[in-house]
């Protein structure tokens, strides 16, 4: 969010601190205030769904909801307001969860309770996704999102040799096994093939020929062997988005090498000045000296 601006010096550029930043008490204190209340409409949109609490406690929860609605529909309409171009934040991450987070129930103002009960059902659970909001307040968040940018071309290649392996597999077994076995066509085969591959293993539907069970046996031994590689292209995308963060890639005036950390005032090979645009101090020092000198 280092892209967003406050719309206007005064109340604006004051909310803007408030809301957006978190180097004041007040600032520290509202993101505090909004992380509880984010994990209490959570758990009241959980404990809602179970059928002796909703019986019981319905009507509160159905008010309490009412509440958190209000209070992040006001802080939303806040976050606009201070902002010099609201309808940027509003399409980003977190402006596409912040209007998740109340949109269900203003929503379900439009459908009758006694009627559509699978749609206000739904839009009820969507309310969930106001702990995605907590990404916000987690200095990490922003790097992992970047790290699933950044290996999503990597990881879409890996899950495309996946299906590929689950299709060819399940295809065979699907020739090998009699239809007594579970496999009735197909698509139910490709089930048993991703169950098989993660490594999951339900046991509703087994082969029970011995091509069919070796067949099996090779698909767990394929997904023990490819499970981690996802995993590992993320993980190198998150270290190389912490090395970026870490080190500078300006090479150094005097002998060329870069990497230096963004801190760092002097070349770590040949002790040069960094900053081009600034005088080294120790230049400055010796001047100084040698006019002492002079007098």
Same mark, same amino acid.
């Given at each position: 969010?280092?892209? %967003?601006?406050?719309?206007?010096?005064?109340?604006? $550029?004051?909310?803007?601190?408030?809301?957006? &930043?978190?180097?004041?008490?007040?600032?520290? !204190?509202?993101?505090?205030?909004?992380?509880?209340?984010?994990?209490?409409?959570?758990?009241?949109?959980?404990?809602? !769904?179970?059928?002796?609490?909703?019986?019981?406690?319905? $009507?509160?929860?159905? @008010?309490? @909801?009412?509440?958190?609605?209000?209070?992040?529909?006001?802080?939303?309409?806040?976050?606009?307001?201070?902002?010099?171009?609201?309808?940027?934040?509003?399409?980003?991450?977190?402006?596409?969860?912040?209007?998740?987070?109340?949109?269900? $129930?203003?929503?379900?103002?439009?459908?009758?309770?006694?009627?559509?009960?699978?749609?206000?059902?739904?839009?009820?659970?969507?309310?969930?996704?106001? #702990?995605?909001?907590?990404?916000?307040?987690?200095?990490?968040?922003? %790097?992992?999102?970047?790290?699933?940018?950044?290996?999503?071309?990597?990881?879409?290649?890996?899950?495309?040799? #996946?299906?590929?392996?689950?299709?060819?597999?399940?295809?065979?077994?699907?020739?090998? &096994?009699?239809?007594?076995?579970?496999?009735?066509?197909?698509?139910?085969?490709?089930?048993?093939?991703?169950?098989?591959? $993660?490594?999951?293993?339900?046991?509703?539907?087994?082969?029970?020929?011995?091509?069919?069970?070796?067949?099996?046996?090779? #698909?767990?031994?394929?997904?023990?062997?490819?499970?981690?590689?996802?995993?590992?292209?993320?993980?190198?995308?998150?270290?190389?988005?912490?090395? @970026?963060?870490?080190?500078?890639?300006?090479?150094?005036?005097?002998?060329?090498?870069?990497?230096? @950390?963004?801190?760092?005032?002097?070349?770590?090979?040949?002790?040069?000045?960094?900053?081009?645009?600034?005088?080294?101090?120790?230049?400055?020092?010796?001047?100084?000296?040698?006019?002492?000198?002079?007098?």
């Amino acid at each position: 969010m280092a892209d %967003l601006r406050p719309a206007a010096v005064g109340l604006r $550029t004051r909310l803007f601190q408030i809301i957006f &930043e978190s180097d004041s008490r007040l600032a520290k !204190s509202f993101d505090i205030g909004l992380i509880l209340m984010i994990l209490a409409s959570v758990a009241v949109v959980m404990l809602d !769904s179970v059928d002796s609490y909703h019986s019981a406690f319905g $009507t509160l929860f159905y @008010e309490a @909801e009412w509440a958190f609605t209000l209070l992040f529909t006001l802080e939303l309409a806040a976050r606009l307001y201070c902002l010099e171009r609201p309808l940027k934040y509003l399409t980003s991450f977190y402006g596409v969860i912040d209007l998740l987070s109340i949109l269900p $129930t203003w929503l379900a103002l439009l459908f009758p309770w006694g009627q559509s009960l699978l749609v206000v059902r739904l839009l009820r659970v969507l309310r969930i996704f106001r #702990v995605l909001r907590l990404m916000q307040f987690v200095g990490e968040g922003r %790097l992992l999102i970047d790290a699933l940018k950044n290996s999503w071309h990597q990881i879409l290649l890996f899950l495309f040799g #996946v299906l590929m392996i689950v299709i060819i597999f399940s295809s065979l077994v699907y020739l090998i &096994e009699p239809p007594e076995a579970g496999f009735t066509n197909i698509p139910t085969a490709v089930y048993w093939g991703v169950v098989t591959l $993660t490594t999951v293993g339900y046991g509703d539907i087994t082969p029970v020929t011995p091509l069919g069970q070796f067949i099996s046996m090779m #698909v767990m031994l394929i997904g023990y062997s490819i499970i981690a590689v996802p995993t590992g292209v993320f993980s190198a995308e998150v270290i190389r988005s912490l090395r @970026e963060q870490r080190y500078s890639n300006e090479a150094c005036p005097g002998c060329g090498l870069d990497r230096h @950390e963004h801190d760092s005032r002097y070349c770590r090979r040949c002790g040069t000045w960094l900053d081009e645009d600034t005088q080294d101090p120790r230049l400055r020092d010796e001047a100084d000296g040698a006019s002492q000198q002079g007098h």
